[in-house]
């Protein structure tokens, strides 16, 4: 009789292909499926999976993890939620390649103001010993729990190659030359594809690196990503405006025609203006006509955001005095929120807001912490500020200086509201599921539990979705488009990334405002119930009773 190293007894196994699930064990031995169904043979490790759900290990496509892997290699909350891969170094960011400690700052100082991952957070974590990117994924290996999939950064790929000039033109042949050999060579060491960025913004308001790329430039970096058999080309589109993002899909059509190769971006949104997201839907269906392969990323979660003027906000960026100020360190913000010099053009500024900061007005006011404010809670601005005969940046300012700026607003049931929009966008066959950004904007949502929030909304409450689709779309339709061939489904030969669940009791957790990060920093995490086991490659990292001490997980 066989002896494996555990076996899960007894499960309703959805094998995420999106087929029927059928009854029956798996066996798992040295990380992989050694047997599916009825067999013969005993383990070490067994889990009772009676009444529950077995499915593949959740992969979450579009992750800021990158920083938080070099002191949590399980990422959590990710595996909380079942999510047993994570795809690192996307927008165009990633640690490496990295030339200097100079380069190093200008990396962090990029991560700081576009996905809310402090400088002290990196000085007192991130060591940035590594110069490569082969070098980057040897130092996080070792204390891995949760699997990665990690992308190049465009744009830190272009400040490698080229320093300061990265942010003034297009390549050189030369330089060119130089960022697919840096390619080829992370491909070669496990990247799993590269990032780029047509929106995103530095510290300085000024475009980040891959947005000075041309397209020669483009179409020769996924030409050399293409030579290792796999890739996929990932972007963040210019979101603010629609013409510039049709233009973004068509180039992404020229990127992958040209390279072959799979391309995808983030986020596809149900907006008040476009529930159903058609212009966006219409132009990746006429991409998919031309042959190429473009893909959305869509979240099931509404779109909601947490402001508070303690922290960092993207509904900020566009007002220049209101963002200068939140750039400055917090006991200086305090003083000049409060400055009655600066409040008249702080006030006057938001009048006009617009692109994002548009959304400002349905700010609800959450936790405060003065007597003064507590009757402000659950309250929208805008009847505070008719009631009170104030502009929107007065009441903004009065409830945030009277609570230190301490104070949570709330923007809740706008960008993702139409809950039956976005199970249709969710089962569009050129959409993903994906876009969480877990482990970015970390002070202001947290995108990990969105795989929850799946199954207990659209498949157990609404019935939107089966629970085998559900699967299929986190797991093995995701896996075999981003190239994740050894995991995704569960068959014999696969890697036993492999999570058991409750599908009755499976849910997620309001978000919670925690201060658990490196660097005095705080960050919003939402916890699950319903998961009895979570393996990775073959090793419970999660079970009922929290972490075990087992760190299997890979660069995949």
Not at 70 to 82: Q, Y
Not at 250 to 259: D, F, T, V, Y
Not at 318 to 333: G, N, V
Not at 444 to 464: I, S
Request: proline share 4%; aromatic share 8%; charged share 25%.
């Amino acid at each position: 009789m066989p002896t494996y190293d555990s076996i899960i007894r007894n499960g309703l196994i959805y094998d995420g292909t999106g087929s029927e699930p059928v009854q029956g064990d798996i066996a798992i031995s040295n990380g992989e499926i050694a047997a599916i169904g009825q067999f013969d043979g005993s383990a070490d490790v067994e889990v009772d999976a009676t009444g529950l759900a077995v499915a593949p290990g959740f992969i979450d496509i579009h992750t800021h993890f990158d920083p938080q892997l070099c002191w949590d290699g399980l990422a959590t909350p990710s595996i909380e939620h079942g999510i047993t891969t994570v795809v690192t170094g996307n927008c165009s960011l990633s640690l490496a390649p990295i030339r200097d400690r100079k380069a190093a700052d200008k990396i962090v100082s990029m991560f700081g103001v576009i996905e809310d991952i402090k400088k002290k957070t990196f000085d007192e974590a991130v060591p940035f010993t590594w110069e490569s990117f082969p070098d980057y994924l040897e130092h996080i290996t070792p204390g891995l729990g949760i699997n990665v999939g990690a992308l190049i950064g465009h744009s830190a790929l272009r400040l490698y190659v080229m320093g300061a000039a990265s942010q003034e033109r297009a390549a050189t042949e030369e330089e060119i030359s130089e960022m697919c050999a840096l390619v080829e060579e992370a491909m070669a060491a496990g990247a799993l594809g590269i990032s780029s960025s047509y929106v995103d913004m530095d510290e300085n308001a000024k475009p980040v690196p891959s947005q000075y790329a041309d397209l020669n430039e483009k179409i020769a970096l996924a030409k050399a990503m293409a030579k290792s058999g796999r890739g996929i080309w990932q972007i963040v589109p210019f979101f603010p405006d629609l013409n510039r993002e049709l233009d973004n899909i068509r180039e992404l059509g020229e990127i992958s025609l040209a390279a072959g190769v799979p391309c995808s971006l983030q986020p596809v949104l149900s907006s008040p203006t476009s529930p159903n997201a058609e212009e966006i839907i219409n132009a990746l269906e006429e991409q998919q006509a031309r042959g190429a392969r473009v893909y959305g990323q869509v979240m099931p979660r509404c779109f909601d955001l947490n402001m508070r003027l303690s922290e960092t906000s993207m509904l900020l960026f566009s007002l220049p005095s209101w963002k200068a100020i939140m750039d400055m360190p917090a006991e200086t913000r305090l003083a000049k929120f409060s400055d009655p010099d600066m409040r008249e053009k702080l006030v006057n500024e938001m009048k006009n807001a617009a692109g994002m900061s548009g959304a400002l007005p349905f700010l609800t006011v959450g936790d405060t912490y003065s007597d003064a404010n507590k009757r402000y809670e659950g309250r929208t601005l805008v009847e505070i500020a008719q009631e009170e005969d104030k502009e929107l940046g007065e009441v903004i300012l009065d409830i945030a200086v009277a609570d230190g700026l301490e104070t949570e607003f709330q923007l809740k049931n706008v960008i993702n509201a139409d809950k039956a929009a976005v199970a249709a966008l969710i089962n569009h066959p050129l959409c993903h599921f994906g876009a969480s950004d877990a482990g970015a904007h970390v002070t202001q949502f947290c995108g990990t539990g969105d795989t929850t929030h799946l199954l207990e909304h659209y498949v157990r409450e609404t019935g939107q979705m089966t629970l085998e689709r559900a699967i299929h779309r986190m797991t093995g339709e995701v896996a075999a488009d981003w190239g994740l061939h050894d995991r995704g489904v569960l068959a014999v030969g696969k890697a036993a990334d492999i999570v058991v669940f409750d599908p009755a009791t499976v849910s997620v957790s309001e978000e919670e405002f925690v201060d658990d990060f490196p660097g005095e920093a705080r960050r919003y995490v939402r916890r699950s119930s319903g998961y009895n086991s979570v393996f990775v490659n073959g090793e419970i990292v999660y079970n009922a009773d929290g972490y075990t001490d087992k760190r299997a997980g890979r660069v995949v």
